[in-house]
């Protein structure tokens, strides 16, 4: 009897049994690297949102929030405010201790302010990169054209924007999303228009929408894992359940 292509192709690669048991054996072990355990609270989550440390040839503590610096890590998945507390404790430090197996570690006073503006430039850094892709229209004619039409993924306005002006995006986005009377609203972000301008390479930028649906994902990834640290993960949460959810390996994609 002649043989169907696809049981052709199965005596060729083995059986599917083992194939299959060897697929799911990599996926439990990519799960457990894709988790960590933070050193001061002792919780688990997922690498992508807990914030990295690591050890500099003279010992000293530094954050590696896109964790790629080489050697041993030590993770936190905690604001700034609980950070400086276990610091000037001395539990930071025992923590520390112990994640990196040395009692050689420096721990600076600023390690909480330079672990802030890291994560600060890594959300800018993020909104460059996809200002850069083609994924953010600017101008509050454009947006407010782009959201009445339903493109808009993320509305995001300057620390320093008017409250007249997020107020009519804002509308304009609530009508092109079918969300009227949802009070759905942009993100204000922690900085003002010069830094924003600064960060997407143009003048005056109050407004930014995002029309990607991934680019909205990865950059809100960006801005919560900031905003948690500074202890502003509560004006997150309603835009974070708006933005679409991409696959892990894509939200850190392009840093």
């Known amino acids: 009897m002649r043989k169907l292509p696809n049981e052709a192709l199965n005596e060729r690669q083995g059986p599917a049994s083992a194939g299959n048991r060897a697929d799911a054996a990599s996926a439990r072990s ?20 807990l914030i ?16 790629r610096a080489p050697g041993r890590g030590a993770w936190i998945g905690v604001d700034r405010a609980t950070l400086e507390t276990a610091r000037k404790k001395g539990r930071l430090q025992a923590a520390l201790a112990r994640a990196f197996r040395t009692g050689k ?14 994560l600060r430039q890594a959300a800018l850094d993020r909104l460059g990169l996809e200002a850069r892709a083609g994924h953010l229209v600017l101008g509050a004619e454009k947006i407010e054209t782009a959201a009445r039409r339903g ?3 993320l509305l995001l306005h300057a620390a320093d924007a008017s409250v007249e002006g997020r107020r009519k995006l804002d509308q ?15 993100l204000v972000l922690p900085v003002g228009r010069p830094i924003l301008s600064l960060a997407l390479g143009r003048e005056n930028v109050v407004h930014a929408a ?46």
């Open 210 to 255: 995002i029309v990607d649906r991934a680019a909205a994902a990865r950059v809100m990834h960006a801005l919560r894992r900031w905003c948690a640290f500074i202890g502003r993960d509560a004006a997150l949460e309603t835009a974070s359940a708006e933005a679409v959810a991409v696959p892990a390996t894509k939200v850190n994609e392009g840093i």
């Open 105 to 118: 570690v420096a721990v600076p006073d600023d390690l909480g302010a330079r672990i802030e503006s890291a």
């Open 151 to 153: 493109e808009v993924e």
């Open 52 to 67: 990295r440390l690591a050890l500099s040839p003279d010992g000293e503590v530094a954050p590696d929030v896109r964790a």
């Open 172 to 186: 304009a986005w609530r009508v092109g999303s079918d969300a009227e009377g949802s009070g759905r609203e942009g």
């Open 30 to 49: 990519g799960a457990r690297d894709a988790e960590r355990k933070c050193i001061l609270s002792g919780a688990h989550a997922a690498r992508d949102d």
